[in-house]
């Protein structure tokens, strides 16, 4: 079978027009995205266009992931070993490791407006509308992962936007942890703990992806079982006080979330 390359872009656009003009309603419907791929499939083997270093299958991943999901960021998306994802700019994306290290990532998205309508797609999770008149916007992901965007008057337009998406791991961090590295000693994490325990106003405060909400989950642990605690949080669930016994039982404590 002799295939025709085309550029990937060009194809998309062809795919989206195809699948616009006779499958609509899959695009309609976030609830049918599943639905796609055997139409894509039958669009790519009808028309045989082929991508250079695409093999079939990488190629209709990546239409689905442009049409129905989340560009390249898919893949990146509630990942475990990653704690937070920086877009600086439309072709300036960089990821931070659990380790705290920083990689910036060979990959982008196409355009400015490519990068704007990918994030407004996710930002549709919290119901939240970015555009000129409202350039900002807070919102959160499944999984409890914070995301905050801006775009133009707040950047400049060949930037397009920048985007700060934020993985919370409430869990990875325990006592013993903070004691092996150094973080805190015995005396005092205990300190910090009995006064919290008693009723005495603590304040933990520090920079961005310092571990505040971390350090915090931490301390919260170390409450005794029979204590019910609340928080207020705002937009997302950070953090995570329920225990558990058993598989079954739930202890007296209870985690209450309030929207500020």
């Avoid at 070993?81 to 990821?95: S, V």
């Avoid at 931490?218 to 950070?238: D, H, Q, V, Y």
Wanted: hydrophobic share 40%; net charge negative; aromatic share 8%.
């Amino acid at each position: 079978m002799n295939n025709k390359p085309i550029d990937f872009w060009t194809l998309l656009q062809l795919v989206q027009e195809h699948i616009s003009n006779n499958y609509a309603d899959l695009l309609n419907d976030s609830k049918k995205n599943n639905q796609l791929r055997p139409y894509i499939q039958k669009f790519l083997r009808d028309s045989k266009y082929a991508v250079a270093e695409h093999t079939f299958v990488e190629l209709t991943e990546r239409i689905i992931d442009e049409m129905a999901n989340y560009s390249f960021l898919t893949k990146y998306l509630g990942s475990p070993e990653l704690e937070e994802i920086n877009i600086n700019a439309w072709n300036d994306i960089a990821i931070t490791l659990l380790d705290g290290s920083i990689v910036k990532l060979n990959e982008s998205f196409h355009s400015p407006q490519h990068a704007i309508d990918i994030l407004k797609r996710l930002l549709q999770h919290s119901g939240m509308v970015i555009e000129n008149s409202t350039p900002i916007a807070q919102g959160h992901l499944p999984n409890n992962t914070r995301i905050t965007v801006l775009i133009s008057p707040i950047v400049d337009e060949d930037i397009g936007v920048y985007a700060s998406i934020r993985f919370l791991h409430p869990n990875k961090i325990t006592r013993d942890m903070l004691l092996k590295t150094d973080f805190a000693t015995d005396k005092m994490i205990d300190f910090i703990t009995t006064c919290i325990r008693y009723g005495v106003s603590v304040v933990v405060a520090g920079a961005t992806s310092t571990g505040k909400t971390t350090f915090i989950n931490c301390l919260l642990g170390e409450m005794p079982e029979n204590k019910r605690i609340f928080t207020i949080e705002s937009g997302a669930r950070e953090l995570s006080l329920v225990k558990r016994k058993d598989e079954k039982t739930l202890n007296i404590s209870c985690h209450g979330l309030l929207k500020s």
